[in-house]
């Protein structure tokens, strides 16, 4: 009586062991083939992947799937500027010297506060230009962050199927193994 339900018992341990280690290999199976495809860019194995699709459309007459992609570009532009014309009467050849001096101080003024026009020009574009590079530093670090995040949820995702699969088989091996021990 006992030595039968020892036999029992080794049998269940032996194929709780055997499903321990198939679904071990399962799991890491299918977390290295999702990691081969996602950075690959393809099948693990092409013809099967062609035959399998060709069984689907003609044995099982399955309709090919379609794939729509659709996108939306966006663009902006803009520009600024400022267009001066000014016309200026000369002296005549005949001016005095207190109209030529005259003459020459209202130029230094015109110029002067043409200066200072242009200098307030460029500091306001120096100020536009300086909070577009800030909004698209701040944009490019937020997409950055995205992709870092993403690679890690592949990389962690992967890898913690990965291990839970070694587990399993690890333990499907200690479990097949126990009825040898005992036998």
Request: proline share 3%; charged share 20%.
């Amino acid at each position: 009586m006992a030595g039968r339900w020892l036999a029992d018992w080794a049998h269940l341990v032996t194929l709780a062991g055997l499903a321990s280690t198939v679904w071990g290999i399962s799991l890491a199976w299918t977390a290295a083939v999702n990691d081969y495809r996602t950075f690959a860019g393809r099948p693990v194995f092409p013809r099967l992947t062609a035959l399998t699709a060709w069984f689907r459309r003609h044995v099982l007459r399955q309709r090919r799937e379609v794939v729509v992609l659709g996108g939306m570009a966006n663009a902006t532009l803009s520009a600024t500027g400022t267009l001066t014309a000014t016309g200026e009467v000369g002296l005549p050849p005949d001016a005095t010297p207190e109209q030529q001096f005259e003459y020459v101080r209202e130029r230094l003024a015109g110029l002067q506060g043409e200066l200072y026009r242009l200098d307030r020009s460029v500091g306001e574009t120096e100020r536009r230009l300086s909070q577009e590079i800030s909004q698209i530093h701040a944009e490019s670090q937020r997409r950055d962050d995205e992709l870092q995040e993403s690679v890690r949820r592949v990389a962690t995702g992967s890898v913690k199927r990965e291990l839970k699969g070694l587990l399993l088989v690890g333990i499907g091996s200690l479990l097949t193994a126990i009825p040898s021990l005992f036998g």
